[in-house]
């Protein structure tokens, strides 16, 4: 997925700006794999193979996504909130504001 993407998305649920935290990256700053958050729902969308997953909570499966949780270093922070019963969600992260990141592509 392209950086100039990113200025295109928001949180599907709320419609804010969403936070970022790239884990792999090429060359060409194309995002292979990485977190799209929401710091208002606290949701939070995996980029991976360059997609960002946006699905509904319902349609998720916490299965599938643990090994990359786990494989980030996030899978604790998830495990946590989810015991709290908030589904699909993430603490405030301290990655990148998607306004913030667009100010740079320009």
């Known amino acids: 997925m392209k950086k100039s ?3 295109k998305l928001c949180c599907p ?3 804010s ?3 970022i ?3 792999l990256q090429d060359d060409n700053e194309e995002i292979h794999e990485g977190l799209l958050a929401c710091p208002i729902c606290e949701r939070y969308y995996p980029i991976i193979y360059g997609i960002p997953i946006m699905t509904p909570d ?6 599938l996504e643990e090994p ?3 494989k980030w270093g996030v899978l604790d922070e998830v495990l946590e909130l989810t015991q709290n019963q908030k589904p699909f969600t993430l603490e405030k ?3 990148i504001r ?5 100010k740079s592509i320009k």
């Open 98 to 102: 998607l306004n913030d990141l667009q």
């Open 93 to 95: 992260t301290s990655g």
């Open 58 to 63: 319902e349609y998720r499966e916490k299965e």
């Open 21 to 23: 935290r790239v884990f």
């Open 17 to 19: 700006d969403l936070n």
């Open 5 to 7: 993407f990113l200025k």
């Open 68 to 70: 990359l949780l786990k």
């Open 13 to 15: 649920v709320d419609k």
